[in-house]
């Protein structure tokens, strides 16, 4: 029947840390940022994230951007300064892919100044579509922009123009691509005279004013034998050499749309 004496002890039990957070914004493209916005309590925590693609982070409210697309489930374990622990996990992450942005162009008159451009780009995936475009096609080009998918533009002159496109697929991810026209005013003589100027050379303006390059050209006898040749032609062919007579010429030169040949005749005429 004997008793001890009564002894106290004090037991503190510490609240587990609640978890909350919000992704911003819950479907994102290749390459966008998604911030995570943490609303856990208490904020003197620790952190740990996993964003269901092999990277973590410790950070309060990291950002993240994802490389490829998919479904990733996103998680987050806190503990307190206690050791009290908790959990959040697999808030799924929607990423979709980025279209791929290409464009076309047709020549409508070869010798003069209009085009036109056509979108010719892949929307990323077998589920989406292009569903935006934006055109710019440079300074003094009618229309200087488009929303459409195609455009028919006309250039004030000849020269290199700068076309840029920007696309957005059905999921808002979007793209951009530029393309460089070179509108060529190809106005090619069918007399020279040697030696007397004006006109004392094959001269064709557009490789005088550098918008042509890389240009061959090749002069023909009226028996069909070669007596000129030149992988790059610089209006330099003044029949040297050649009697009074019709030659055939063939010149050609490489444009966006391929190979490009003319040809025709040349007479040439001395005094």
Same mark, same amino acid.
């Given at each position: 029947?004997?008793?001890?004496?009564?002894?106290?002890?004090?037991?503190?039990?510490?609240?587990?840390?609640?978890?909350?957070?919000?992704?911003?914004?819950?479907?994102?493209?290749?390459?966008?940022?998604?911030?995570?916005?943490?609303?856990?309590?208490?904020?003197?925590?620790?952190?740990?994230?996993?964003?269901?693609?092999?990277?973590?982070?410790?950070?309060?409210?990291?950002?993240?951007?994802?490389?490829?697309?998919?479904?990733?489930?996103?998680?987050?374990?806190?503990?307190?300064?206690?050791?009290?622990?908790?959990?959040?996990?697999?808030?799924?992450?929607?990423?979709?892919?980025?279209?791929?942005?290409?464009?076309?162009?047709?020549?409508?008159?070869?010798?003069?100044?209009?085009?036109?451009?056509?979108?010719?780009?892949?929307?990323?995936?077998?589920?989406?579509?292009?569903?935006?475009?934006?055109?710019? *096609?440079?300074?003094? +080009?009618?229309?200087?922009?488009?929303? &459409? =998918?195609?455009?028919? @533009?006309? /250039?004030?002159?000849? #020269?290199?123009?700068?076309?840029?496109?920007?696309?957005?697929?059905?999921?808002?991810?979007?793209?951009?691509?530029?393309?460089?026209?070179?509108?060529?005013?190809?106005?090619?003589?069918?007399?020279?005279?040697?030696?007397?100027?004006?006109?004392?050379? *094959?001269?064709?303006? +557009?490789?005088?004013?550098?918008?042509? &390059? =890389?240009?061959?050209? @090749?002069? /023909?006898?009226?028996? #069909?034998?070669?007596?000129?040749?030149?992988n790059s032609y610089d209006n330099s062919w003044a029949a040297e050499g050649l009697a009074e007579g019709t030659y055939y010429y063939i010149l050609s030169f490489a444009s966006p749309r391929?190979?490009?040949?003319?040809?025709?005749?040349?007479?040439?005429?001395?005094?």
């Amino acid at each position: 029947g004997c008793m001890s004496g009564t002894t106290h002890k004090t037991i503190t039990v510490h609240a587990n840390p609640t978890v909350s957070f919000m992704p911003v914004p819950f479907e994102a493209c290749i390459g966008d940022s998604i911030h995570f916005d943490n609303q856990s309590d208490p904020q003197n925590s620790t952190w740990s994230w996993e964003f269901g693609d092999g990277n973590t982070s410790t950070a309060f409210s990291p950002t993240h951007y994802y490389d490829a697309p998919g479904t990733y489930p996103v998680s987050l374990y806190v503990e307190t300064p206690e050791g009290c622990e908790n959990e959040l996990e697999n808030i799924n992450i929607h990423i979709h892919p980025n279209p791929i942005a290409a464009i076309d162009t047709n020549w409508i008159n070869f010798a003069g100044n209009t085009l036109e451009f056509y979108d010719n780009s892949n929307p990323g995936s077998s589920t989406g579509t292009i569903a935006d475009w934006i055109w710019d *096609f440079g300074a003094g +080009a009618s229309p200087p922009t488009s929303s &459409n =998918n195609s455009e028919v @533009v006309t /250039y004030p002159g000849q #020269g290199v123009y700068t076309t840029k496109m920007v696309v957005t697929n059905s999921h808002g991810c979007k793209d951009s691509t530029t393309m460089e026209v070179t509108i060529y005013k190809l106005q090619i003589p069918n007399v020279i005279t040697p030696p007397d100027p004006p006109n004392e050379r *094959f001269m064709i303006d +557009a490789i005088e004013e550098g918008v042509l &390059n =890389n240009v061959t050209l @090749v002069i /023909y006898n009226r028996w #069909g034998k070669k007596v000129y040749e030149n992988n790059s032609y610089d209006n330099s062919w003044a029949a040297e050499g050649l009697a009074e007579g019709t030659y055939y010429y063939i010149l050609s030169f490489a444009s966006p749309r391929g190979e490009e040949k003319f040809h025709g005749t040349i007479t040439v005429l001395r005094e």
